[in-house]
């Protein structure tokens, strides 16, 4: 089946620490997205990319890096810099045509300890 | 530009009667607009979406949607609440005249009390 993989689905790390997560499709979507969901609000675009080797920030790229060097993944890093990481990220993917949607994954909810 | 406004953060509704959660959207091409849902520590599933045709569109688990283009809206309706819909919705369009990104609203908490 088709679909769209994060993993882990829960990371622990220590504070100051960079942790990549991952996320991988088999849908051959051209594009994939990053959001980031604090408790009871809303997504927040991190970085997309609408095509491999090219990618976009979003509204809250500080503290953040992704790579895109295969169609297939798209890992986020969460870096040192980001100043309040504990939260739940999602990843999704979609072909850039304005009659698709986004299919997601199940997210990777990130504890900084 | 293009956004999406989810008036209610809450929506409480008894086991059985019709719920509606509501949704409002600006964007300057012919909009395209979808429903999510998300479940608590799961990531977004596709309920419906309107492209074109019939203003009402039916979708996953007996949701359904009616676009107004004179209010600018999408509503997300169904006739009898479940227990199990209790979940957050997400509300979000696209702008059709070019291929971007979607926009999302803040999502609306719909609880159905048993």
């Known amino acids: ?113 | 530009a293009q956004s999406v406004a989810q008036p209610e953060d809450q929506v409480n509704v008894a086991e059985g009667n019709p719920l509606t959660v509501k949704c409002t959207y600006s964007v300057s091409g012919n909009p395209y607009l979808f429903w999510y849902v998300q479940y608590p520590n799961r990531g977004l599933q596709f309920l419906l979406k309107y492209i074109t045709g019939d203003n009402l569109v039916k979708g996953s688990y007996g949701f359904e949607a009616e676009f107004n283009k004179s209010q600018t809206s999408f509503h997300l309706k169904k006739p009898s609440a479940l227990v199990s819909d209790s979940a957050l919705y997400f509300c979000a369009v696209r702008d059709g005249a070019g291929a971007n990104n979607l926009f999302f609203g803040t999502g609306t908490r719909l609880t159905v009390i048993p």
């Open chain 1, 1 to 113: 089946d088709g679909g769209i993989t994060q993993s882990p689905k829960y990371l622990f790390r220590k504070e100051g620490q960079n942790v990549t997560l991952s996320c991988e499709q088999n849908l051959n979507h051209d594009a994939m997205y990053w959001y980031r969901q604090d408790p009871g609000q809303g997504l927040r675009l991190i970085y997309y990319s609408q095509i491999v080797n090219d990618f976009q920030k979003g509204d809250i790229a500080e503290g953040y890096s992704v790579s895109r060097e295969k169609k297939e993944s798209f890992p986020l890093t969460v870096t040192s810099a980001q100043k309040n990481p504990t939260a739940f990220y999602l990843c999704a993917s979609s072909m850039p045509l304005s009659g698709y949607g986004y299919t997601f994954g199940s997210g990777t909810r990130l504890t900084i300890v």
